[in-house]
């Protein structure tokens, strides 16, 4: 049994411990999950994602950097790389950020690396932050490569989403990742000193108001114009702001969008609201899973199979199947 | 009722009528994609992805004439955007297709767009994959754009995958397509008349080995060399060939290679294993969606709605909720 108390009660080296048991998806692991849950919901969830080669992991120190100093608050990063092990970008950021933040009891690093799975990843990932959650971190930065479906998933963790953008990164990088300016409240272009930024920023508001337009399509089944954007999406138009970490420069600016972020989504209640649906997600993928767990129990693996055996051999239809198995053990 | 024997006996009209129920999910459509099962299984199922500016849709119709000329096997292609609906590409190169392969009795083409869940698309490609197969087509090129998980999970579908990349569309997207390169069985570098095409060779060569190494790896837990690589992946290495689609240059070296790639396949057992596989992934799916359709049934919305309310007030845990939920249910 993992002492909880010691958790939340500031002992980093049992933190870290706990993380490691939900991580492994231990009993352990899963029963602190449970008992912490009734702790959580406080934390500021502030998911950074963005192309390799944008700077990302400057910029998500220098921002736990500024919340330290400017707001006085806790931050725990959480860096989770959804992409082949091999690019090792996350652990070689890791280290350097974790000698420029080190000595401060306020900041705490986490990173995750793929297994494999990235449904998975996405699931412990917020397995994690609910502890960094219930352990009392203010604001806790989840860092991601962004590179498909997975990172939308964790970003879905989060209330506020940054999106990193950097110059030169070529035009079908913009296109590629259409999908992931969809689901930013915040635009950054990182690398702001490098030549082409211009460019970037025009790339990057064209999509962002064509991305508008097919959002509302996707309701309104009718063409709307940038006018009617604001109204549309409760009243917050994506700000695109310019930095370069490594002259810490426009972060505070960042900070203070992520803070104005904050108010907008507690003032139209869509704080809350994205709270709901993560539980609501959340209960019905337990649900999902328990229930296919108490089936299997009560059905025998001997007829399961040969009932896939003439699946396989085209005798019988999945559905067909399904059938005869529910009813078989239900009736 | 949709008249089967209609479909399978090479109206097309019925059949692009029939693909419209499936890819709607209705009743009908199911019905039907239930009872054309037992006839399905025949086909070669061809993946073939790559990022947008690879010249995947001319790639395609190039491969389509040149199985009706030198093969003289039926193709069906079926054209899936996962990306958001605003790039267009698919619907574009669709139209230019059209028009070229128009006219032939034994070419099949169909476009299937975003409908907003990733997911819900690489279930609705199978259904209409399913019924092309049972429809009686030799080939199914399943053509998709190569920018996330999506793609990966279509391309499970497939027998042989075909990973397309073009010279000059710079480092970064080699890297995030890293994940991409482990699926292909054939590697293709089209526009091969470009400058950059050794540099394009070099790192896909590079990215090949490495990827395999780490794959390798993962049930190994040690370093191996390449030339461990054929003895590990059941002895296919994957081909990487040079093509200028517009020209018509390679594309029968590339019908050579999934033809190869058929032979290793049946020879090797692999054929049937993904098959399997993949039939019991559907399964898998289908009992779950069941079990809590009918478990639904089972409970009031009021009860479910009212602990889901507890849930968010952070008075029970999601796991708490779920077992009250089940006990209650099924006691």
Redesign the interface.
């Known amino acids: 049994m993992v002492d909880l108390d010691t958790v939340t009660s500031g002992n980093r080296l049992a933190l870290a411990r706990l993380l490691t048991e939900v991580e492994n998806q231990t009993p352990a692991g899963?029963q602190a999950?449970?008992?912490l849950?009734?702790?959580?919901?406080r934390a500021h969830l502030v998911g950074i994602t963005g192309?390799?080669?944008t700077g990302k992991s400057s910029l998500v120190s220098c921002l736990a950097k500024n919340i330290r100093a400017e707001q006085k608050q806790t931050v725990a990063i959480v860096a989770v790389d959804p992409?082949?092990?091999?690019?090792g970008g996350a652990i070689l950021g890791d280290r350097v950020r974790m000698r420029e933040l080190a000595g401060d009891q306020g900041v705490f690093i986490r990173s995750m690396a793929s297994r494999?799975e990235?449904g998975g990843l996405a699931r412990t990932t917020a397995g994690v932050v609910q502890v960094l959650d219930a352990a009392g971190f203010d604001f806790i930065l989840i860092e991601t490569v962004g590179?498909?479906?997975?990172e939308v998933d964790i970003a879905r963790l989060a209330h506020t989403t940054l999106v990193v953008e950097a110059p030169g990164?070529?035009d079908?990088?913009q296109?590629?990742k259409?999908?992931i300016l969809?689901i930013a409240d915040i635009l950054v272009i990182n690398k702001a000193d490098l030549p082409g930024v211009e460019n970037t920023e025009r790339a990057l508001r064209a999509n962002l108001d064509?991305?508008y337009?097919?959002r509302l399509n996707?309701n309104s089944a009718h063409k709307v114009t940038i006018n009617d954007v604001e109204t549309a999406t409760s009243g917050w138009t994506p700000p695109i702001i310019k930095t370069v970490a490594t002259q810490h420069s426009g972060i505070g600016e960042i900070v203070a969008e992520i803070l104005r972020h904050r108010e907008h989504l507690l003032k139209t209640g869509l704080w809350?609201q994205r709270?709901?649906e993560r539980?609501?997600t959340?209960?019905s993928h337990?649900?999902?899973t328990?229930?296919?767990k108490?089936?299997q129990k009560s059905v025998s693996p001997q007829v399961f199979e040969s009932l896939?055996q003439q699946?396989?051999e085209?005798?019988?239809?999945?559905?067909?199947?399904?059938d005869t198995?529910?009813n078989d053990s239900?009736n």
Chains 1, 2 share one sequence.
Do not use: M
């Not at 992409?83 to 690019?87: D, E, K, L, R, Y």
């Not at 590179?147 to 997975?150: D, E, F, L, Y």
């Not at 005798?315 to 067909?320: E, L, Q």
């Open positions: 899963e999950l449970d008992r849950f009734v702790r959580s919901g192309a390799p080669g992409s082949s092990p091999f690019t494999g990235l590179a498909g479906q997975s990164l070529g079908d990088i296109a590629i259409a999908g969809e064509l991305g337009n097919i996707h809350q709270d709901h539980l609501r959340e209960v337990l649900l999902q328990e229930l296919v108490r089936w896939l699946v396989f085209r005798k019988v239809s999945p559905g067909a199947a399904i198995l529910l239900y």
